[in-house]
Every structure is written in C-alpha cells, then in structure tokens.
C-alpha cells in the first residue's frame, strides 16, 4: 500500500476528450510530481508543485495542465490528446523538493488515447 | 543521448543464479537512487547512496556508488522470483535543481 493514490487507475479516451488524473498523497508531504512512463522510453518529469506553486514545468504541451489546490491533491487535466501521448502517468510526493529526499510514488493511472 | 544509461536492457536468469545490472553516465551526480517497479505498479525505492565509493547492501542486495560518482552497480545474490521487476537508477545532479533524470531501466525476470 503506498500512501500515494492516483485514479483511475485505467483511461481510455478520444482525442477530443476531456479529462483529468487524480493524485492523493497521505503522507504530509509538501512537494508532489507528475512523471510520463512511456515503453521504451525513461521517466519523462512533467511537472512539479513545491509548497503547492508550480515549480518546474518541463516543456510540457499546453494540452496537459496541472493543478495542485492543496498539499495532498495533484490533479492533470487533459484535452485534446494525441496517440504519443498514450503512456503510465505516474504521481509521486516526497517530503520537500530536495535532491536527498525520495520519492513515494503512485501506481499510476494507464493512458490510452485512441 | 541518454543522460543514464542502464545495462543490460533485458535480464532472464534461474532462481538462486547471482546478477549485477549497472547504471552509467558521463556526468557526475550528487546523488543516485535506485527503484524497483513491478508490473501495474509504481517504482519503490531501493536506495539512495552519496558518497563515491560508498556501498550499501538491502538483504540480498549490494549497492555501489563508483568512486567518481558517474555510474552505479546493484549486485543481486540468489535471486529469487519475487526480485523479478523493473530496475531504475535516478541521478541528481548538482546543476539539475532538486530532481532526477531516470535511466531507462533493466527488467529482470527471475523464474523458478
């Protein structure tokens, strides 16, 4: 069990859909992040919310947008996706935004764009 | 280019055989973190290890930091099935801010 709950942990959507990812963190963390798994591909950092503001923002497309309203709440809104985009989206926290601190992470919700 | 590399790719072995899987780079890290990720689930952290030439064993698990602090070994004796996953190493580098470039892992099968 880990203390970090993303949902769904399944999304199949079309390309003109909207939708957003869930992440929850019961850890007291203050620091929450947004990673894309792709096959073949190493974990991709999107985003990052220190002290829920945004602190890194990794060249990511304008049709991916977060939103962090609390410490324990991660939200990825999506719209307008393309197939590329179909991946393991995976939510982790950690204490502080700090390279000695690590990371707890979610299981992920499984994205298919078709 | 990758930042990390990691090697080998894919690793099928016996239950009980011995196993080593590196992480490389050319760049030199403040810090690295190795994680396990089995299948449907997130990556969990093995280790974290800082000092070059620093090791640390987990069990069965033994885990170098070169002396350079540009690659990373994880040895694994008598593996067994449940070892079976995804293996990553993450570096932090002192001019990277505070995250982490992860390899692209090695997946380990371990059959009984």
């Known amino acids: 069990e880990t203390g970090v709950t993303q949902t769904p942990r399944h999304l199949v959507m079309g390309m003109t859909n909207k939708k957003s990812l869930k992440c929850e963190q019961h850890?007291?963390?203050?620091?929450m992040y947004w990673y894309k798994q792709s096959a073949k591909k190493p974990l991709e950092l999107m985003f990052v919310?220190?002290?829920?503001?945004?602190?890194e923002n990794n060249s990511v497309p304008s049709r991916f947008s977060p939103e962090c309203p609390n410490s324990s709440h991660l939200f990825l809104h999506l719209h307008t996706l393309q197939p590329e985009d179909s991946a393991l989206y995976l939510c982790?926290?950690?204490?502080?935004?700090?390279?000695?601190?690590?990371?707890?992470f979610g299981d992920g919700t499984r994205l298919s764009i078709l | 280019t990758q930042l990390l590399e990691q090697s080998p790719q894919f690793l099928s072995i016996q239950e009980g055989e011995n196993l080593t899987v590196y992480c490389n780079s050319s760049s030199v890290f403040s810090s690295l973190q190795w994680y396990r990720q089995e299948p449907g689930e997130g990556p969990v952290l093995l280790v974290t290890v800082v000092t070059g030439g620093e090791v640390k064993k987990l069990k069965r698990l033994t885990f170098q930091f070169g002396d350079a602090r540009k690659d990373s070994s994880l040895h694994i004796t008598a593996a067994q099935p449940g070892d079976t996953g995804l293996y990553l190493c993450a570096g932090a580098k002192l001019n990277y801010g505070q995250n982490f470039v992860f390899g692209p892992g090695t997946r380990l099968s371990v059959l009984p």
């Open positions: 850890l007291g963390h203050n620091a």
């Open positions: 982790a926290s950690s204490q502080e935004w700090s390279q000695l601190q690590p990371q707890h």
């Open positions: 919310y220190s002290l829920e503001e945004r602190v």
